[in-house]
């Protein structure tokens, strides 16, 4: 019997990857670079048309490969107030499954305002900038589970948009019609309508290297490791999401991927304080993946580390059998 073809995929990937990375030294910016590297690094012309001038290894982070199938940026939003508090707006996003549409906004929990908003339910509205007559109430979502980091705002959003790739949307106070803050998600509505239908699929945090890391320990030097790994157990797509500021060894990892349409890339902008604060930037990539996957995926691994650690105690199964089993257990859900 032959092998499968993600099987001849890996195979193809392993001997490319060991040729490209098997000599990069996290954090070193050195000659001791692959020369497929080297190559790239000295191919850019100035912009006088002189000889050709080095670059440093974060400008090669600028490829195509940092831009290629990019489906979505996720910038810093406006923040609005609600019974006197500030909440905080980690991310907005469209969200068109197989039918209908909403609008999802991702906020940082407070007790104060998930009380407010859950005896006001009608609060809170959405429209479209371009027809501020439709108002749609807002619902929230995820200050009922353990895990208290988020609250999903969500409202009804035109379908016959689905294919816009911007959408200015108006957060209204119902009570007195005022705009409380307006936002502008943007994707591309192509790529998000080749995602799917995926048995599984599977979210993927930024890889961190930190000067002087190990092999052993270099996030670059791992990513293929991991992503083969997966493959092998089930997942057919992995929503990868990166600062786009990270050196020529994580595009040169996620190249064959992003090639094959495994790999769709979203893209972070989050300020530098909230990017040190894990916990909000992981919550916000979990959010954000479980929205934009809805439909698109029978099973979603959005935080990949647990289902790793469920896989070592069942050695063998792959996700998707492992996801059938754990339907089956009690669990409560972050916020959707």
Not at 225 to 244: P, R
Not at 295 to 302: I, Q, T, Y
């Amino acid at each position: 019997m032959g092998l499968p073809s993600a099987a001849v995929f890996l195979v193809i990937v392993s001997y490319t990857l060991i040729h490209v990375l098997s000599n990069a030294a996290c954090g070193v910016d050195s000659v001791d670079w692959p020369d497929v590297a080297l190559l790239q690094r000295s191919a850019h012309s100035s912009s006088s048309g002189g000889p050709t001038v080095a670059k440093g290894f974060g400008d090669l982070a600028m490829l195509d490969m940092a831009s290629s199938h990019l489906l979505a940026t996720l910038h810093e939003q406006p923040s609005f107030a609600v019974a006197g508090k500030i909440v905080v707006v980690r991310g907005v996003l469209p969200v068109f499954p197989s039918a209908g549409g909403y609008v999802a906004f991702i906020v940082d929990f407070d007790h104060d305002v998930w009380a407010h908003l859950r005896s006001n339910a009608s609060l809170l509205s959405c429209a479209p900038k371009d027809d501020p007559a439709s108002l749609s109430s807002v619902e929230a979502f995820g200050g009922n589970v353990s895990m208290k980091w988020s609250i999903v705002l969500k409202c009804a959003w035109p379908e016959e948009r689905r294919h816009h790739s911007c959408h200015d949307v108006n957060l209204v106070n119902s009570d007195s019609s005022g705009i409380l803050a307006s936002y502008r998600p943007c994707s591309d509505p192509e790529l998000a309508q080749k995602l799917g239908p995926y048995e599984m699929a599977a979210c993927v945090q930024p890889v961190f290297d930190m000067p002087g890391d190990a092999e052993d320990t270099c996030g670059s030097m791992l990513l293929p490791q991991w992503l083969e790994f997966s493959v092998l157990k089930g997942v057919q797509h992995f929503v990868v999401y990166n600062y786009g500021d990270e050196d020529a060894r994580y595009f040169a990892a996620l190249r064959p991927y992003l090639e094959a349409g495994l790999v769709t890339q979203i893209r972070l902008t989050v300020p530098l304080t909230m990017a040190f604060s894990g916990a909000k930037t992981q919550m916000l990539i979990i959010n954000d993946c479980l929205h934009r996957m809805r439909g698109r995926a029978k099973w979603l691994a959005s935080e990949t580390s647990l289902l790793e650690a469920a896989l070592k105690i069942r050695y063998g199964r792959t996700w998707p059998a492992l996801a059938k089993t754990l339907r089956l257990l009690p669990y409560q859900t972050l916020a959707v």
